[in-house]
């Protein structure tokens, strides 16, 4: 009887443990599913932190337009117009880009690369409305134009604070590639103060770069933040294909509202310089010259009265603030100089020999002074065109007249003018500064003669039908 005692109280005591040992087992599963949830709620709660980028795509989207060009050319030569024969206007479409408004009445801005100085210059707008466009100014060292057309009340991006955004931030590109309209992509800022080697030594590059799917005919188009902020004009890609194949470059808004500032006040832009030359601080010149860090510019030495040479800057010295802003490399110090007009006063932190020494630099022109130079020139009809100053014509019989300085695909090409060619008279009326050529021309319809005389003293006449 004890026996049997015994073994219920034992098994009793078994199930007793054993109930235990199940539910404290059981309890350590649900706990783990408890230490699991947290990772679920992460993975959910990172999925609803993604930016909402709906309300900067409907900002940028109608502010961005379609650029189209085109260019006549007139068959035939100068003896037609002896023999009674009419030339024949023919019409060559050329590359189209984006182009972004920047004003509610009408100021455009898009690349240099986009316009070509085509002589006819369509926008379409995202409401499908056409416009003919009016080339305000350019300049290709920095690749940007400015347009305008004739309007009112249109929907306009404002300016972003390109200095503010960081490596990592999401952006998004809207343009018209392939003739798309209103395409917007979206991607990161994957580097700051790129220089890719696209254009001369003399132009200034420091590009936003970008992942963003950005392709032929977005040239010109808005990179945005996701406040709907223009912080860059889409430029360049980076293929060998031709199309998009990982990254993408913009000009920094701070440069391009600088520029759009200069182009309506001077009519082009005001380029400041420091007045150095300068290097970039690679790990070999680092040893060279026994410097402290690989940060920085390098100032190898100062121009003779400029600006760095009057503030006290010295050959030696490694630039590494400009207005607080960190400068690492060559294209971040033209990108904060690039901001700023002659005249202009900056802070410039140096290093020099272990100490940090602070500058205040008054900004001067490549004239080495603080006077704007207002343009000369007009870029109108595919050319360039200079009022002529009496040095110009000393040798020749006028006293007055606009020349051709420079001449790409337009009309003035297309009837044979050359470079060099100083117009006198548009049907007889005389011509005395540059911008009276696209006003008297765009007065005339029919027959057009353009008179002038060549600096080799060879009088000339070109004749064609405007419609």
Same mark, same amino acid.
């Given at each position: 009887?004890k026996?049997i ?9 078994g199930?007793?443990?054993?109930t ?15 230490l ?12 609803q ?9 409907e ?8 650029v ?8 035939g030569?100068?003896?037609d117009?002896f ?20 004003s ?7 690349n240099n690369h986009?316009?070509?100085?085509p002589?006819?210059i369509?926008v379409?707008?995202w409401d ?5 466009a ?25 300016f972003g604070?390109?200095d503010?955004?960081?490596v990592?931030?999401?952006?998004l590109a809207?343009?018209?590639p392939?003739?798309l ?6 991607g ?7 220089k ?9 590059e ?13 040239s010109?188009?808005a ?8 912080v860059?004009?889409?430029?360049a890609?980076a ?9 993408a ?5 701070n ?5 759009i500032?200069?182009f309506?006040k001077?009519g082009?832009?005001q380029?400041a ?8 601080? +690679?790990? #070999?010149?680092?040893k060279? *010259? /026994?410097l402290?860090?690989?940060?920085g !510019?390098? %100032?190898?030495?100062v121009? =003779? $009265? ?7 800057i010295k ?8 207005n ?8 971040q110090?033209?990108e904060?100089?690039?901001q ?7 802070k410039?932190?140096?290093l020099?020999?272990?100490k ?6 008054i ?18 009809l595919?050319?360039?065109?200079? +009022?002529i #100053?009496?040095?110009?014509? *000393? /040798?020749l019989?006028?006293k007055?007249? !606009?020349? %051709?300085v420079?001449?790409? =695909? $337009?009309?003035l090409?297309?009837?044979g003018i050359q ?10 009326t005389?011509v005395k ?11 005339i ?7 002038g ?6 009088y000339a006449?070109?004749?064609f039908i405007?419609?």
């Amino acid at each position: 009887m004890k026996k049997i005692v015994f073994v219920l109280i034992s098994a009793f005591i078994g199930g007793v443990i054993g109930t235990i040992i199940y539910k404290s087992q059981n309890k350590n599963e649900t706990s783990s599913e408890f230490l699991l949830s947290p990772r679920l709620n992460y993975t959910n709660n990172f999925s609803q932190s993604l930016p909402d980028f709906t309300y900067a795509a409907e900002l940028a989207v109608p502010a961005v337009v379609h650029v189209k060009t085109e260019v006549s050319y007139t068959s035939g030569n100068i003896f037609d117009f002896f023999f009674g024969y009419a030339p024949q206007t023919y019409t060559q479409k050329l590359p189209v880009g984006s182009g972004v408004i920047v004003s509610s009445d009408g100021y455009i801005v898009t690349n240099n690369h986009v316009i070509i100085n085509p002589d006819n210059i369509e926008v379409s707008l995202w409401d499908k409305r056409s416009f003919k466009a009016k080339l305000i100014a350019t300049d290709p060292s920095i690749d940007i134009a400015l347009l305008k057309i004739d309007a009112e009340n249109l929907p306009y991006l404002n300016f972003g604070n390109s200095d503010e955004l960081r490596v990592g931030e999401w952006v998004l590109a809207v343009g018209n590639p392939f003739n798309l309209t209103s395409t917007v992509t979206a991607g990161i800022v994957s580097a700051k103060a790129r220089k890719i080697g696209l254009s001369s030594p003399m132009s200034l590059e420091s590009f936003i770069q970008t992942d963003a799917a950005v392709n032929p005919g977005n040239s010109g188009g808005a990179l945005v933040n996701i406040k709907g902020e223009l912080v860059g004009i889409n430029t360049a890609i980076a293929s060998q294909t031709g199309s998009y194949i990982g990254y993408a470059f913009a000009i920094p808004s701070n440069i391009v509202k600088k520029a759009i500032s200069d182009f309506i006040k001077y009519g082009e832009v005001q380029r400041a310089y420091l007045g150095v030359i300068i290097q970039s601080i +690679t790990d #070999e010149l680092r040893k060279q *010259k /026994n410097l402290s860090t690989t940060m920085g !510019v390098y %100032v190898e030495d100062v121009t =003779p $009265g400029g600006s760095a040479q009057e503030a006290g800057i010295k050959p030696g010295d490694i630039i590494v603030k400009i207005n607080d802003v960190e400068i690492r490399d060559i294209p971040q110090l033209q990108e904060q100089i690039g901001q700023f007009e002659p005249g202009q006063s900056v802070k410039v932190e140096v290093l020099r020999e272990g100490k940090v020494l602070k500058f205040d630099v008054i900004l001067k022109n490549y004239k080495n002074n603080t006077t704007p130079s207002i343009s000369k020139y007009s870029n109108v009809l595919g050319a360039k065109l200079k +009022t002529i #100053e009496p040095s110009d014509v *000393k /040798n020749l019989k006028i006293k007055e007249g !606009v020349q %051709v300085v420079e001449i790409k =695909p $337009g009309l003035l090409q297309s009837i044979g003018i050359q470079k060099g060619f100083i117009i006198t008279s548009i049907n007889g009326t005389p011509v005395k500064k540059a911008e009276e050529v696209e006003l008297l021309l765009n007065k005339i319809k029919g027959n057009v003669t353009i008179e002038g005389i060549y600096p080799n003293g060879m009088y000339a006449y070109y004749s064609f039908i405007k419609k």
